[in-house]
């Protein structure tokens, strides 16, 4: 997951090199009075999302099948855990019943 996060975050960062550039340069309009850093990372945001989507495709593939691994294996040790409660409340209600 982390590997995705930061492969998402290059993204964004290269859009918003490109985008700075394209602003700066004049091949995109600036943004209103003092909003031009806003306008900025707004439209590198909206370009590197279908990017990211696109090309991460695969990596995001693997984070979720890591996920759901961990979350099946907690289930496991939740069920194991409950199960070994259900055994020593047993007994103990045996042992009490006996007395």
Do not use: H
């Not at 960062?13 to 990372?41: D, E, T």
């Amino acid at each position: 997951m982390l590997r995705y996060t930061l492969m998402r975050l290059g993204i964004f960062v290269a859009c918003l090199v490109v985008v700075w550039g394209a602003v700066y340069s004049g091949i995109a309009p600036r943004g209103l009075g003092n909003s031009n850093g806003l306008w900025v990372v707004m439209l590198a945001l909206l370009i590197s999302a279908p990017i990211s989507f696109v090309v991460l495709r695969g990596e995001r593939d693997r984070a979720s099948i890591q996920v759901a691994q961990r979350v099946d294996r907690m289930k496991a040790n939740l069920d194991a855990n409950r199960s070994q409660e259900d055994v020593a409340d047993d007994s103990a209600r045996a042992q009490g019943q006996a007395s």
